[in-house]
């Protein structure tokens, strides 16, 4: 099956999770289960989301993979923090050569970092990491934009 035909049809199963009677929590882990589930390079998926209290640091939300000691980030460290300062899609193809990378697991390669907004406020992000060395294309970064924008409406 070709990448834009997954993708569409991800496209149409996140917005039916988006759109269930399942509660936030539970929509998130299960969008992370399909990325990780339906894209094979995708062997890490998960959300941070905005500390609303702190207002610049990002809080671990549902994930899929590894578990991770990197459970707060403040805005700025890493390809999350970064995001959440640079408020556009991040993609590392070689986390090596990143000076400002948290590293989350040795088996990391590469990483896609996706802002969230929610009525024009940054909310949280999807973070992505590959065990593969740049796999990440532009067909990737224009469907997980999409799916932020999907997952906005639950946060």
């Known amino acids: 099956m070709r990448k834009r035909d997954v993708f569409d049809r991800l496209l149409r199963e996140i917005e039916a999770v988006v759109d269930s009677s399942l509660g936030r929590e539970e929509k998130l882990k299960r969008v992370c289960e399909l990325l990780a589930g339906s894209v094979d390079y995708y062997d890490w998926v998960g959300f ?8 610049n640091e990002l809080v671990l939300g549902p994930f899929v993979g590894e578990p991770t000691e990197h459970v707060r ?4 460290r890493g390809v999350c923090g970064r995001a959440a300062v640079e408020l556009k899609t991040i993609i590392v193809q070689d986390v090596s050569k990143e000076t400002n990378y948290l590293a989350c697991s040795p ?5 896609i970092v996706v802002p969230i907004f929610r009525e024009g406020n940054f909310v949280g992000e999807l973070d992505i ?3 593969q ?6 067909e990737d970064r224009e ?9 906005a409406k639950v946060l």
């Open 48 to 55: 941070y989301l905005v500390d609303e209290a702190k207002g």
């Open 73 to 76: 980030i403040p805005f700025g």
């Open 107 to 111: 088996l990391v390669k590469s990483e």
């Open 129 to 131: 990491d590959s065990h």
């Open 143 to 151: 469907f997980l934009e999409k799916v932020a924008n999907l997952v």
């Open 133 to 138: 060395l740049a796999p990440f294309t532009e």
